[in-house]
């Protein structure tokens, strides 16, 4: 786990021009003219408003590949609440900016709209990813992981990728994808990278770029939680912990507790009793006005 004080600092460097395609077509032959000269391909999938840990998945997909892909698409079937994508910030032009400020000639953007990557209708499979989508985030978010695994069935499809690469704040939603692969049959290796966090502890995140002053000021308090529960979680029980996390909120008048959980890393179940040699990490949701913030950490 990326604890605040090893946070990354990208500067930026000169900008440089890069490749942006808009056509499915288009990179589907790029990719196989890659794939001709036995290129290796690294993909970081996002969905734009870039901060400092899309671009650490970058550096890490530039150091294991020869070209690295990214693609920017706010994926309408992975939102449950329309107002939600409404709102998530489409910031295509600083994006790409960014990206260019990196020292790489190797990377190259795919921001397709939905219909190059749906083509004609735009909805979900129906996935069974063997419970992990009915955990946590798939009780609060109906349809959310058939929306993520649609997506990246078809932009997997479309990239091709050699490599691909997820932030672990998202750790959910990283297990889903590598059942997915596993389901799809697809010869994608799947990398999960550390949390990167402001350094006051603040996990990175798009919608970060949403709140007010008030609201950025107090939400650290989500991961200065999650710090204390790993502590905690050798002596105190998961019921113990479980109610000590409501109290931390009970009386916040910033922020809103949706969810917290201690579950198995093995299948995200939420556990009430700890058992040896089993591997657990600690979930919480919490919405800071109408803006949802998520975060992780590891326990054991």
């Known amino acids: 786990m990326q604890s605040a004080s090893n946070i990354l600092f990208l500067h930026p460097l000169s900008y440089r021009p890069?490749?942006?395609?808009?056509?499915?077509?288009?990179?589907?032959n790029y990719v196989a003219s890659l794939k001709k000269k036995q290129k290796t391909i690294g993909f970081v999938p996002t969905m734009g408003a870039l901060h400092k840990g899309h671009l650490a998945l970058v550096e890490r997909a530039?150091?294991?590949?020869?070209?690295v892909i990214v693609s920017i698409f706010v994926n309408p079937t992975q939102f449950n609440n329309s107002e939600d994508l409404v709102n998530y910030p489409r910031t295509l032009t600083s994006d790409v900016k960014l990206l260019s400020s990196l020292s790489s000639n190797n990377i190259v953007v795919f921001a397709p709209k939905p219909e190059e990557v749906y083509a004609e209708q735009v909805s979900s499979i129906s996935y069974d990813f063997h419970g992990l989508e009915h955990e946590m985030e798939g009780k609060f978010r109906p349809g959310h992981f058939d929306g993520v695994g649609t997506v990246l069935k078809h932009l997997f499809t479309i990239v091709s990728p050699?490599?691909?690469y997820f932030g672990e704040k998202d750790f959910q939603q990283l297990q889903i994808v590598k059942k997915l692969v596993e389901i799809e049959k697809m010869k994608i290796q799947i990398i999960g990278c550390p949390i990167y966090r402001e350094e006051s502890g603040l996990a990175l995140s798009s919608r970060n770029k949403r709140l007010n002053e008030l609201q950025l000021k107090t939400a650290p308090i989500i991961y200065k939680t999650l710090k204390q529960v790993q502590?905690?979680?050798?002596?105190k029980s998961v019921t113990k912990l479980d109610e000590w996390?409501?109290?931390q909120f009970e009386n916040n008048e910033v922020l809103t507790l949706e969810y917290f959980e201690i579950a198995k890393v093995s299948d995200l179940k939420s556990i009430k009793q700890k058992q040896k040699e089993t591997k657990?990490?600690?979930?919480?949701?919490?919405?800071?006005?109408k803006i949802r913030l998520i975060d992780n950490i590891a326990l054991n």
């Open 18 to 28: 890069m490749q942006v395609h808009e056509k499915r077509r288009d990179i589907i």
């Open 62 to 67: 530039i150091q294991e590949n020869n070209i």
């Open 162 to 164: 050699t490599k691909a």
């Open 231 to 235: 502590k905690d979680f050798g002596t």
């Open 245 to 247: 996390v409501s109290k």
């Open 280 to 289: 657990y990490r600690a979930f919480i949701a919490v919405f800071a006005g």
